[in-house]
C-alpha cells in the first residue's frame, strides 16, 4: 500500500467513526426532542387561536361603539355605505344591524327583515355591550351565530371563523369565552373544560394526547384549548429516527466519493436564480386580458418563469418569494421587463391599444433602479408610457406615503396604474381612496367563490362597489367558468383574464390570440 493509499484510509476510518457518533447522537437528540416538539406547535395552535379570536371580537366592539357616534342619518344611504364599509373585508361578521327599541330598522349583510330576536342576553356588561352566545335561537342558514349589541347597532359573527384552524388532520379547538363554549372544531369535539386545566401544557398520557390551554384576561375573558394526538409516536417518528441511523453509512458513503473522487459545487437555489437573471434565462409568459363585452385583448400580463439549467421548472411562487427575500426582486422585475420589450416591442408599436401588465412589488417601489430603468427600456423599445401598465399589489401600499409618491409619478409620466390582489389585505374605502389609481384587479381568490355560497362571495359585491365609487376599471383574475363571466359582466366588470380565455402564453401565441379576438 502506497503512502498516500495508507493516509486515505487513515482519514476515512477516522471519517467513519466521526460520522457513526455524529449519527448517534443525533439520532438520541432527535428522539427526545420529538414530543417537546409537539408540545410546543400545539402550544403555539393554542396562542395563536387565542390572539386571532381576541381580536376579532375586541374589532367588532370598537366597530360598534364607532357607529353610535357616526353623524349620519340613520339607516339613511350614508349609514348603510359606512356599514358596509366597516364589514368588507371581515368576512367573520355576517350582518350588522340598526335598532331602535325592540325594531331591527335596518342593516346589512345576509339577516334581512327584522333579523334575530333572541331571548334574554346571555352577558351585559358595564361599558354597555350585550352579548348572546351561539345557540338554536340564534341560528341563520345552517349556523349559530354570537351577536353583540352597543346602543343602537348589532353585529352577528360567524364564531367558525374566530376559530380557523386549517385542515384539521386529528386536530381539535374550543373557544370559550367568560367560561362559556363559543365554538369547536370539529363541532362535535369533546373537549376538557378549561376549569379543569391548568394554564400551559398538560401531557395526557393515558389518551395520548397534548393538551393546551391559553388565557386571555380581560373584559370578555377568552380561553382556548387546543388538543392534538401525541399516539404512535414510533410510527411517526420511527422514519426520521431509522434515517439517524443510518445516517453514518450516508455520510461515509459521500466521504469516501468526496475523499477518493472530486467535490463538486452545487449552487444554491439563490446562486442559480441570480446567475439565471445575469444570462436572460428568465422567460416572460402572458397572460391575456380581455374586454368583457366585445371580446378583444386589451393586453397581457407578463410573469415570469423559470427553468434551470437541468431542465427543473421551478414554481413562481418559489422563486418569486425566493427573490423577494434576498433582494432580487427589481432584478427579476427588470429582466421580465426587457424580456417582454424584446420579444413584443416592435410588435406593440404597431398596436397602440394595447398595454402589457407588469407586476410591482414592495421593493420595486424603493430600488430606483426601476424607476431610472423603465423610462430608457420604453425610449429604445420605441413605445409610449401607456404601452406599460404598473400593478401595485396591495401589501405594497402598506408605506403610504412612498406608494403615493411613485403612483403620482408613473402616472405623470403616462402609465396606466392598477392594485393588484385587492381584498386580500386590509384597504378600505377610505384607504384605496387616498391613492390616484386607473384600475382594480379583483383577486382570484374572490372569482372562485362566486355562485359557491361561501363567505369570501359576498365580499366580491362589495369589493365591486367600492372600485364602481372610486370610479376605478375593473379587471377579474383567475376566471375558469363561463358562469363567472357571466356574473362578472353582469355586475358592471369591464376585464377579465383567466384560462377560461387563455393560460399564460409565449409571445407568438399572445400575437395570434390578439389577432384572432381582433377578426
Known sequence: ?????????????????????????FTAMLYRSSVGADERA???????????????????????????????????????????????????????????????????GFLAGEGLRPPRADRIYDSGVIAWWPKPATRVGGVQLFLMRFGDHDVALDPHALLDVGPLEGRQAGLWVEGLRLTARPDTAVLPDPASLPVGLTMDREGARVIARFSRPGEMPIDIVAVEPLGQFWSRYRGAVLGGSALGVGLLGLWLYVLLRYTRHRLSRTTQLREAIAKDRIAAVY????????????????????????????????????????GLITDLTLAVLHK????????????????????????????????????????????????????????????????RARIAEFRARGHAVAVDDFGTGYSSLAYLASFSLDQLKIDKAFVEAIGTGAATSHVVVHVIEMARS?????????????????????????FVQGFLYSRPVDAREFQAFVEGTSA
Not at 367558468?481 to 366588470?493: F, I, N, T
Open 1 to 25: 500500500m502506497k503512502p498516500r493509499d495508507g493516509t486515505l484510509v487513515r482519514v476515512a476510518l477516522t471519517g467513519l467513526v466521526g460520522v457513526v457518533a455524529l449519527a448517534a447522537v
Open 340 to 403: 417582454a420589450l424584446r420579444e413584443l416591442g416592435p410588435w406593440l408599436a404597431t398596436r397602440p391599444e394595447l398595454a402589457l401588465a407588469v407586476n410591482l412589488g414592495s421593493q420595486d417601489l424603493h430600488d430606483p433602479r426601476f424607476i431610472d430603468a423603465l423610462p430608457r427600456a420604453l425610449e429604445a423599445a420605441g413605445l409610449p408610457p401607456t404601452a406599460i401598465k404598473l400593478e401595485i399589489t396591495e401589501r405594497a401600499l402598506v408605506d403610504t406615503e412612498l406608494a
Open 287 to 326: 397572460q391575456p386580458i380581455v374586454d368583457l363585452e366585445t371580446g378583444r385583448c386589451i393586453g397581457a400580463e407578463v410573469l415570469a418563469r423559470w427553468t434551470t439549467e437541468r431542465d427543473e421548472r421551478v414554481p413562481p411562487d418559489v422563486f418569486v418569494a425566493l427573490a423577494e427575500k434576498e
Open 470 to 494: 372610486l370610479k376605478l376599471r375593473m379587471v377579474a383574475e383567475g376566471v375558469e367558468e363561463e358562469a363567472q363571466a357571466s356574473w362578472l359582466r353582469h355586475q358592471g366588470v369591464e
Open 42 to 108: 400545539v402550544a403555539a395552535l393554542a396562542e395563536a387561536l387565542g390572539g386571532r379570536a381576541e381580536s376579532m371580537i375586541l374589532d367588532a366592539r370598537t366597530l360598534l361603539q364607532g357607529f353610535e357616534q357616526l353623524p349620519h342619518r340613520r339607516c339613511g344611504p350614508a349609514h348603510l355605505a359606512a356599514l358596509q364599509d366597516a364589514a368588507i373585508g371581515r368576512p367573520h361578521i355576517r350582518a350588522i344591524g340598526y335598532w331602535r327599541a325592540a325594531d331591527r330598522l335596518c342593516g346589512v
